[in-house]
């Protein structure tokens, strides 16, 4: 299984950036995917998951209402829309594949995780 993030730049507060992230070798319609993001000096955190359906979405409480986790199951990608950002969203942002819903949000339980892109927002 390979996921490979892109989309990661770097851009001023206020501004937008769309994270993409494609799997291969893997079912990806089974499974509820996310991402995660590192910023310095900090563990690996929750930002954002969607289940295999697209029927059920859940983010962290510092991103909600300015970011939007999508998917395409027909292409094997999902993705990460970044609006409003600010200089504290700046990390290294990673998909990941979760075994099932309910762990979504536990980065230790991931199946499967991408390279990393790095965002950095300045302000």
């Known amino acids: 299984v390979q996921l490979q993030a892109s989309g990661g730049g770097l851009v001023q507060a206020g501004g937008s950036l769309k994270l993409s992230c494609a799997v291969s070798?893997?079912?990806?319609?089974?499974?509820?995917m996310g991402w995660f993001r590192q910023r310095p000096g900090k563990a690996r955190g929750f930002v954002a998951a969607i289940d295999e359906t697209d029927a059920l979405t859940t983010y962290a409480d510092s991103v909600w209402g300015r970011f939007t986790i999508s998917r395409d199951n027909a292409n094997n990608m999902i993705y990460l829309q970044m609006n409003n950002l600010k200089p504290e969203d700046t990390a290294v942002y990673y998909c990941?594949?979760?075994?099932?819903?309910?762990?979504?949000?536990?980065?230790?339980?991931?199946?499967?995780w991408g390279q990393g892109t790095l965002v950095t927002v300045s302000s």
């Open positions: 070798g893997h079912a990806f319609s089974s499974y509820s």
């Open positions: 990941a594949v979760s075994p099932e819903w309910r762990l979504v949000k536990v980065s230790t339980k991931q199946r499967y």
